[in-house]
């Protein structure tokens, strides 16, 4: 028999007006793995902060039997040392840290503050986005030490191959409830899948049955009128109808008529709509006559060495074709966005084409100011029509009332999906993205692959998301040692 862990009952949880949460009954038991997945804001911090302890709830109960270690995605004191104990030297040694290492970067900091967490143990462990800034190393360390943690976890991730390496429930926040789904999340995935297509069929009969009760409407109708005119114009010629006919008098077939109408509407009335499914807007930029590219390398480089505060790359050579999708990969620290950020500078060892114009998206707080709407201030940039860049923000998970939302009243993920949009809607025939998954919903990260699978010109990008490496990346190339290789 399973024993239990934690138990949500009733809950509640408000900040202002706004509903964050709304459980009647939610059950953790012991040994479970639980991958948290929703959008930005949904509540999914919330739910992680209510199990731990951090905050109550504004009605309801939370019963637990275990206690937990919590790792926040934002350290709110610095390094967090749980249980006051001596860290683990042996796993601080793996992520490649020692005590006293310098200037730590901000994958860094992420591994020697995760070291420290599992450093101590509890019998359930509440982590919150604990890939953020983490190489591909570190998060495949953290894979195969939350493997063979025993005990409860609960993890909230917007990485799908983390999710799939240790979920094997998945629970999805959305609209202050959870849904829950057993397996991993290309399992969940799958479920979600099969429920598109019923609410699709379902939506498709409802749209064949209400338009086939809206022409039985109106055909009924009209007929009801033409035997109205066809009695006007008989008592209007003093025609005596004959006994027969006057049995039939009084409109007797006009009212049946109109009767047959008024319950055909009123079928019309009570016909449900199911819920619809939000279906991505299959994206197609035209050809930009300003920005048009034909060179078959935009960028070239000749024994290209890149220095900061130490040699990054030393004397590489690289060609990157026009139209490919290139993805730049490797350890924290390797020199990734500075090597995006070098190929920009004039440089004698890199040949770029006079005509590249590029568009660059760099993960910053973005806080956008003023009145205007947000489709105004991406209809400014842009040679696209509305229809084209609606579509976008649509993908990208805006209603077709949020896109009049001023530029000031946007929530910090809302603000990032709108700059995500800027990126594809300016004049540009390269794209330069620097870790655009970190931060954002897996529903944003599916919309911006398929806008960089659509999108026709050259784009170069940073991730430490292998599943968005996978899906997008025409090529890849590691940084490793001062050199730049292609493995893909």
Not at 15 to 36: A, F, P, S
Not at 412 to 434: H, I, K, M, Q, Y
Request: aromatic share 8%; hydrophobic share 35%.
């Amino acid at each position: 028999m399973m024993e239990l862990a934690v138990k949500l009952k009733n809950i509640k949880k408000s900040y202002g007006i706004k509903d964050v949460l709304h459980i009647e009954e939610l059950t953790v038991y012991q040994n479970e793995r639980i991958g948290i997945v929703g959008s930005n804001g949904s509540g999914k911090s919330t739910l992680l902060r209510l199990l731990k302890g951090e905050i109550q709830s504004d009605s309801g109960q939370v019963q637990r039997e275990i206690d937990f270690l919590y790792y926040p995605q934002i350290p709110q004191d610095g390094l967090i040392t749980p249980a006051k104990k001596e860290l683990d030297e042996e796993l601080i040694s793996r992520f490649g840290l020692t005590k006293n290492t310098p200037g730590l970067s901000g994958g860094e900091q992420a591994k020697f503050r995760l070291a420290e967490l599992l450093s101590g143990y509890e019998m359930g462990l509440l982590l919150d986005e604990p890939t953020t800034h983490l190489d591909t190393t570190g998060i495949q360390l953290l894979v195969e030490e939350l493997r063979y943690y025993y005990g409860t976890l609960l993890f909230v991730s917007h990485d799908r191959t983390f999710l799939n390496e240790l979920a094997t429930k998945i629970w999805e926040v959305q609209d202050g409830q959870v849904t829950v789904y057993s397996g991993n999340y290309d399992a969940y995935q799958e479920q979600k899948a099969l429920q598109e297509a019923v609410t699709n069929k379902a939506q498709d009969q409802y749209q064949k049955e209400k338009q086939r009760l809206e022409a039985a409407v109106a055909t009924k109708k009209a007929q009801a009128e033409k035997s109205r005119q066809l009695s006007a114009k008989k008592r209007q010629k003093n025609i005596r109808p004959d006994r027969l006919s006057s049995s039939k008098q009084k409109d007797t077939v006009e009212k049946n008529l109109q009767k047959t109408a008024k319950a055909l509407a009123s079928r019309l009335e009570q016909l449900e709509a199911p819920e619809s499914s939000q279906r991505l807007q299959k994206i197609k930029f035209p050809p930009s006559k300003t920005v048009a590219l034909h060179n078959k390398y935009p960028f070239i480089g000749t024994n290209f060495t890149l220095k900061r505060e130490k040699i990054l790359l030393e004397q590489v050579d690289f060609q990157f074709a026009l139209g490919e999708k290139i993805a730049i990969v490797g350890a924290n620290g390797v020199g990734k966005s500075s090597f995006l950020n070098a190929i920009l500078e004039n440089n004698e060892h890199v040949i770029r084409s006079p005509k590249v114009v590029c568009s660059i998206y760099q993960q910053l707080a973005y806080q956008l100011q003023g009145p205007e709407s947000v489709l105004h201030y991406l209809m400014k940039q842009t040679e696209y029509p509305e229809k084209l860049v609606r579509s976008i923000l649509h993908n990208l998970g805006f209603s077709p009332g949020e896109v009049h939302k001023p530029l000031t009243v946007l929530s910090g993920g809302e603000a990032t999906r709108v700059e995500l949009a800027s990126v594809f809607v300016r004049p540009a025939n390269v794209l330069l993205l620097d870790e655009p998954t970190n931060f954002i919903d897996l529903a944003t990260i599916e919309a911006l692959e398929n806008l960089i699978q659509a999108y026709p010109g050259t784009v170069l990008f940073t991730s430490h998301d292998q599943a968005f490496v996978d899906k997008v990346a025409t090529q890849v190339y590691q940084i490793c040692e001062r050199q730049l290789v292609r493995i893909r």
